[in-house]
């Protein structure tokens, strides 16, 4: 059964084009109704095919199919672990394990999020649903993520990227504690010419903004809360190494040490934003992973007090 989306036109949408009013009642984007005004039953007025310049009356209900297309070049389905943590017709959350890439680097690449995905869908008969990530994690970052299941549904939720709709907070263990225990990190972000994959702080970097909040000591790390108000690549990595606390495990901005973790030590740990399609808030939690709950064994010190 293919998956389609439904409106009903009200009376201050009267004497609108169809294409309008799906624009304003179910957020679809030029490139999707491009894409279904073709289709045979892509776009249905109460029932029977209309055109995009139609003119609709108060009461009309509008139609629209919203499945993708049959196939989608260089992902490949391919079995894998998947902690699915919730999942309807639109979208599907995400507990993501570490050392796991999101999509992948190469069109050979299978296993990764994207090709365990589209092997899920398709063993679960979920016919024309490809991979439609809202937000990505590094490869060794932890815990929730969310994928949409069709365009419609991604831009929504793309939409609300960095807006109080859609919130995202991490925990993270550092080398020593942050001074002072909480504040924002208001320092622009650029890639690192001297290198391939390292980010940097530095004036002509694009902003980004980090707010973190010391939630209590364990020994030489703490263990810290982290928000974002923007996403830039490796930001916390980045902010925390900047502040002279770079996460535990951090090859790359920090001290690797296999022995103690073998990846730098971050968690998504919560993730809310509203239903794209009925605007429900959705909230998710998932506790930090056994690695780097292991490094927090013992009795725990709250933070350190702030200077005065």
């Given at each position: 059964?293919?998956?389609?989306?439904?409106?009903?036109?009200?009376p201050?949408?009267?004497?609108?084009?169809?294409?309008?009013?799906?624009?304003?009642s179910?957020?679809?984007?030029?490139?999707?109704?491009?894409?279904?005004?073709?289709?045979?039953?892509?776009i249905?007025?109460?029932?029977?095919r209309?055109?995009?310049?139609?003119?609709?009356?108060?009461?009309q209900?509008?139609?629209v199919?919203?499945?993708?297309?049959?196939?989608?070049?260089?992902?490949?389905?391919?079995?894998?672990?998947?902690?699915?943590?919730?999942?309807?017709?639109?979208?599907?959350?995400?507990?993501?394990?570490?050392?796991?890439?999101?999509?992948?680097v190469?069109p050979?690449?299978?296993?990764?999020?994207?090709?365990?995905?589209?092997?899920?869908?398709?063993q679960?008969g979920?016919?024309?649903?490809?991979?439609?990530?809202?937000?990505?994690?590094?490869?060794?970052?932890?815990?929730l993520?969310?994928?949409a299941?069709?365009?419609?549904a991604?831009t929504?939720l793309?939409?609300?990227l960095?807006?109080p709709?859609?919130?995202?907070?991490?925990?993270?263990?550092?080398?020593?504690?942050?001074?002072?225990?909480?504040?924002?990190?208001d320092?622009?972000?650029?890639?690192?010419?001297?290198?391939?994959?390292?980010?940097?702080v530095?004036p002509?970097?694009l902003?980004?903004?980090t707010?973190y909040?010391t939630?209590?000591?364990h020994?030489?790390?703490?263990?810290v809360?982290?928000?974002?108000d923007?996403?830039r690549?490796?930001?916390?990595?980045?902010?925390?190494?900047?502040?002279?606390?770079?996460l535990?495990?951090?090859?790359?901005?920090?001290?690797?040490?296999?022995?103690?973790?073998?990846?730098?030590?971050?968690?998504?740990?919560?993730?809310?934003?509203?239903?794209?399609?009925?605007?429900?808030?959705?909230?998710?939690?998932?506790?930090?992973?056994?690695?780097?709950?292991?490094?927090?064994?013992?009795?725990?010190?709250g933070?350190?007090?702030?200077?005065?």
């Amino acid at each position: 059964m293919s998956r389609r989306l439904t409106c009903t036109v009200t009376p201050d949408q009267a004497g609108m084009r169809v294409d309008a009013v799906l624009r304003q009642s179910l957020g679809l984007t030029g490139s999707v109704l491009r894409r279904i005004k073709w289709l045979p039953d892509g776009i249905l007025l109460d029932g029977q095919r209309a055109f995009v310049s139609a003119l609709v009356s108060p009461g009309q209900v509008l139609d629209v199919a919203v499945d993708d297309p049959a196939r989608q070049p260089g992902l490949l389905p391919a079995p894998g672990p998947l902690d699915l943590v919730f999942e309807d017709d639109h979208l599907v959350v995400l507990n993501k394990q570490a050392g796991v890439l999101v999509h992948p680097v190469v069109p050979e690449q299978t296993d990764t999020l994207g090709n365990f995905l589209l092997w899920h869908y398709a063993q679960t008969g979920q016919a024309g649903t490809l991979f439609h990530p809202v937000h990505r994690l590094d490869r060794g970052t932890t815990g929730l993520m969310v994928a949409a299941k069709h365009p419609s549904a991604q831009t929504a939720l793309k939409n609300q990227l960095h807006t109080p709709g859609f919130r995202r907070a991490y925990l993270a263990l550092t080398l020593g504690a942050p001074t002072p225990p909480a504040g924002t990190v208001d320092a622009p972000i650029r890639k690192d010419p001297a290198s391939a994959i390292a980010h940097q702080v530095h004036p002509l970097g694009l902003r980004a903004v980090t707010h973190y909040e010391t939630l209590s000591l364990h020994g030489p790390y703490a263990l810290v809360r982290l928000v974002l108000d923007t996403g830039r690549t490796h930001q916390i990595r980045v902010h925390l190494a900047h502040l002279g606390h770079p996460l535990v495990g951090d090859f790359l901005y920090g001290a690797e040490d296999r022995a103690l973790l073998s990846r730098p030590a971050l968690h998504a740990y919560h993730l809310s934003f509203l239903h794209p399609v009925t605007a429900a808030r959705l909230a998710f939690t998932q506790p930090l992973p056994a690695d780097m709950a292991r490094l927090l064994a013992g009795p725990a010190e709250g933070p350190p007090p702030a200077p005065e």
